[in-house]
């Protein structure tokens, strides 16, 4: 019966121990501007299909970070897009999943859904909603139609403008 009486107290103190240690969130609201490199390895062309796309990106924030005003705040974002009628003139929709990282000094996590080019909603992974302008160039002036008639556009400079009225919490 002790034994048992052990077995329960460690199964229902285990939890809240996990819970104890786990990262604080991390709370941004305000306005970044970053640029830099989104690429693809089967690209998109004329006939639209499955596309996933890696993003990589750097800047700058202003605003408040974890509730402390913050003015120019070196920002990266990663972020996974995944489109199923991506092509050179995109249709459909996409999902993606991402993270911000202010410096080392905190990350927050994000997922979004791209319905309408170039907007993506952004979702913080323990909630808040912001708006993200995603524009994607072609890389040393070439031209992208040209690109996608040719073969397949796999590789291009990206500039993403995030607006955070509300706190994104990740």
Known sequence: MKRLFLIVLAALLLPAAAVAHADPPTYFSGNCLLSGVLESQQGVAWTPGRVRWDIDVRGTCTGTLDR??????????????IGDHEGCLPAGTATATGLLDFGGAARLGFSGRQAALPLLVMRGDAGGVAGSIQTAYTLAGSDGAAECTASSYRRGAFEVRIRADQELVG
């Open 68 to 81: 402390k005003a913050v003015t120019a705040a070196p920002v990266r974002m990663t972020e996974t897009l």
